[in-house]
T-cell receptor, first 116, second 114 residues
Framework: DAGVIQSPRHEVTEMGQEVTLRCKPISGHDYLFWYRQTMMRGLELLIYFNNNVPIDDSGMPEDRFSAKMPNASFSTLKIQPSEPRDSAVYFC??????????????FGPGTRLTVT | AQTVTQSQPEMSVQEAETVTLSCTYDTSENNYYLFWYKQPPSRQMILVIRQEAYKQQNATENRFSVNFQKAAKSFSLKISDSQLGDTAMYFCAFMKIAGNQFYFGTGTSLTVIP
């Protein structure tokens, strides 16, 4: 398996623009997580899905952030409009605890977002 | 609420020596999992070791082992025979069985000195 795939790996955009981050979880994994990592706040869970349904989005910072999972193999995290304080590394992770696998989360390589 | 505390922001160790990274957590749950993840400069998050709370035996993975003290809510990571490739940020994580949500510590930056 190719692991969790994220695109793009790097994104530079201007303040006010819309940004869309993409994630393809490992096939068969029924949980998907979006994290944000910054020096100041560390790793923060933004939202997670189970079987494509959002379970907890309490970590989403504000209405500018939205996430969707239209099917089991694809999820997006959108920021509209983007602001400089959104600059961070965004990770996607997936897991399959009910499939007899361990509870570990498998992380993608992350998207480094820079908003100027 | 669950909290995970890593009290050592930075540590260093000589190559081939042993180092221990500390982690404590706070929870009222009885069944849970604990993990150590490694994040090298490539920023990829890599699982190092996991521990099930119901298991009394400490987990080991080659040069990596844990000291799990459930009553004390402590979960330290020991790295033996440190190698240059162990240089990374290490994160401790707690997961309660219901919900599968991870709670991460703030990380410990480990540098292995040649």
């Amino acid at each position: 398996d190719a692991g969790v795939i994220q695109s793009p790996r790097h994104e530079v955009t201007e303040m006010g623009q819309e940004v869309t981050l993409r994630c393809k979880p490992i096939s068969g994994h029924d949980y998907l997580f979006w994290y944000r990592q910054t020096m100041m706040r560390g790793l923060e869970l933004l939202i997670y899905f189970n079987n494509n349904v959002p379970i907890d989005d309490s970590g989403m910072p504000e209405d500018r952030f939205s996430a969707k999972m239209p099917n089991a193999s694809f999820s997006t995290l959108k920021i509209q409009p983007s602001e400089p304080r959104d600059s961070a590394v965004y990770f996607c992770a997936s897991s399959a605890p009910l499939a007899g696998a361990s509870y570990e989360q498998y992380f993608g390589p992350g998207t480094r977002l820079t908003v100027t | 609420a669950q909290t995970v505390t890593q009290s050592q922001p930075e540590m260093s160790v000589q190559e081939a020596e042993t180092v221990t990274l500390s982690c404590t957590y706070d929870t009222s749950e009885n069944n849970y999992y604990l993990f150590w993840y490694k994040q090298p400069p490539s920023r990829q998050m890599i699982l190092v070791i996991r521990q099930e709370a119901y298991k009394q035996q400490n987990a080991t993975e080659n040069r990596f082992s844990v000291n799990f003290q459930k009553a004390a809510k402590s979960f330290s990571l020991k790295i033996s025979d440190s190698q240059l490739g162990d240089t990374a940020m290490y994160f401790c994580a707690f997961m309660k069985i219901a919900g599968n949500q991870f709670y991460f510590g703030t990380g410990t930056s480990l540098t292995v000195i040649p």
